[in-house]
């Protein structure tokens, strides 16, 4: 059984944040659509993101899973095994184009499979629609149960007219502390950041889950503010992943990301059935971790999505432990 309480709120702050631009013309031919695509490829060049305060979640605004060990398709959840080092973290992003499939079909238990077949511990979703209520319906509600995650939490950016639309983050671990960004920027499609503290074992993995947005200018501004929320030198396990739309080698988001983060992984992840772009990336701090990316490339997760998954385990490299505890790695797995 899952209980749920979302917020009825949305970390993204553009009041227009239900009109798509060319949703709205209806009428003037092409020459309209391309006025309004201009409009929305400039509009916010010369804005500075503005200083907004994070929205933090209270325990009760987390879907939480009551199954021991268990999810709903009688699959193991291997949170305790994780945990107690017998096998690596591993991490996955995902983008689910709403549950909408090549074929053109809406199936969340699709996705869920997937996702299922990833065997991830910590998972960070794109372009997620959360309903917010408790119905045995609820999108987000399917994805925890289907793939027995302990945990989940919705981080829309937007409301649609077929729901809340955003981010998302699954957990089999315990999720302690969750702030919600608003890295939205001018006229441009809101977007956020997840940012959640998670128990792993004894210690607290930070968990950075976003998307960036199309354009370059509204990338850069997103990075910069992605860097000021981050620390400086992190001492736990620190996580940034997500649909980054940074596919340009040398692009100033990338090469300010890359500077201060280190080379991510990442692979051709889009589109699905013939992956060219590298549009997912995971990146990991201190410098004492590693990860070992791979690339599911299963029918399923070529259909279900027009991105494929991305999933990476984490490893430690040796490393002489330090006096303290907190701030030493061994050269076991997470």
């Given at each position: 059984m899952i209980t749920v309480s979302k917020p009825d709120r949305t970390s993204g702050s553009f009041p227009f944040a239900t009109i798509s631009p060319i949703g709205r013309i209806k009428c003037g031919g092409m020459a309209t659509a391309l006025t309004a695509i201009a409009f929305f490829a400039f509009a916010g060049m010369g804005d500075r993101m503005p200083a907004r305060e994070p929205i933090e979640l209270g325990h009760g605004e987390i879907i939480l899973g009551n199954w021991a060990g268990k999810n709903s398709a009688g699959l193991p959840t291997l949170g305790d095994d994780t945990a107690g080092r017998e096998r690596p973290l591993r991490i996955a992003s995902y983008n689910v184009h709403k549950y909408t499939g090549l074929d053109f079909r809406r199936d969340p238990e699709r996705i869920a499979a997937v996702i299922r077949s990833l065997d991830a511990d910590i998972v960070s979703l794109q372009e997620v629609l959360s309903?917010?209520?408790?119905?045995?319906?609820?999108?987000?509600?399917?994805?925890?149960?289907?793939?027995?995650?302990?945990?989940?939490?919705?981080?829309?950016t937007m409301r649609k007219a077929d729901g809340q639309y955003g981010n998302a983050l699954l957990s089999r671990f315990p999720i302690l502390r969750v702030r919600l960004h608003d890295i939205s920027l001018g006229a441009f499609e809101p977007?956020?950041?997840?940012?959640?503290?998670?128990?792993?074992?004894?210690?607290?993995?930070?968990?950075?889950?976003?998307?960036?947005?199309?354009?370059?200018?509204?990338?850069?501004?997103?990075?910069?503010?992605?860097?000021?929320?981050?620390?400086?030198?992190?001492?736990q396990p620190l996580i940034v992943m997500g649909d980054m739309?940074?596919?340009?080698?040398?692009?100033?988001?990338?090469?300010?990301l890359q500077a201060r983060l280190g080379k991510s992984a990442?692979?051709?992840?889009?589109?699905?059935?013939?992956?060219?772009?590298?549009?997912?990336?995971?990146?990991?701090?201190?410098?004492?971790?590693?990860?070992v990316a791979e690339a599911p490339v299963s029918r399923l997760a070529r259909i279900a999505s027009d991105h494929l998954p991305m999933v990476a385990t984490v490893l430690f490299a040796e490393k002489p432990q330090a006096e303290n505890p907190d701030e030493g790695f061994s050269s076991d797995p997470l």
């Open positions: 309903d917010p209520d408790a119905a045995p319906t609820s999108h987000l509600r399917i994805l925890a149960e289907k793939t027995g995650m302990h945990m989940a939490v919705a981080g829309p977007r956020g950041i997840i940012d959640a503290d998670i128990r792993v074992g004894d210690r607290t993995v930070r968990v950075m889950a976003t998307h960036f947005g199309l354009w370059p200018m509204e990338r850069d501004r997103q990075a910069l503010r992605l860097l000021e929320i981050l620390p400086e030198n992190p001492v739309n940074c596919w340009v080698p040398g692009s100033p988001a990338l090469r300010r990442a692979m051709r992840s889009y589109p699905a059935p013939l992956p060219l772009l590298p549009l997912d990336r995971i990146w990991i701090q201190p410098a004492g971790y590693t990860l």
